[in-house]
């Protein structure tokens, strides 16, 4: 059974990150919080589900055309997952 990993991104990149999609595989989920949100032109590889915390886009003043959640859902994306990893710009560098 393949595991799934939800990774997180609280933080605008000032640039595409050059090794994003070498974290992301088939199965795993992608959520743009905080200031991730402004993030939401990224391209995700196939079989990634992205997904943006509403109250951050909400508050940010960001229309989100990936799926939105909300904290509920937030803890249900992160309880499911085999692992929740925070993207840092260390990690995507």
Not at 21 to 32: H, N, S, T
Not at 41 to 48: D, M, R
Request: net charge negative; charged share 20%.
């Amino acid at each position: 059974m393949a595991s799934s990993t939800l990774f997180l991104l609280p933080l605008r990149l000032p640039a595409p990150p050059r090794r994003l999609e070498a974290w992301l595989r088939p199965g795993d989920q992608l959520l743009l919080l905080e200031d991730g949100v402004y993030n939401l032109a990224l391209s995700l590889p196939e079989g990634v589900k992205g997904f943006a915390l509403a109250a951050d886009c909400t508050a940010r003043g960001v229309e989100s055309p990936w799926p939105t959640v909300n904290d509920a859902a937030f803890v249900e994306l992160a309880a499911s997952a085999d692992r929740v990893v925070t993207l840092t710009p260390s990690l995507l560098a």
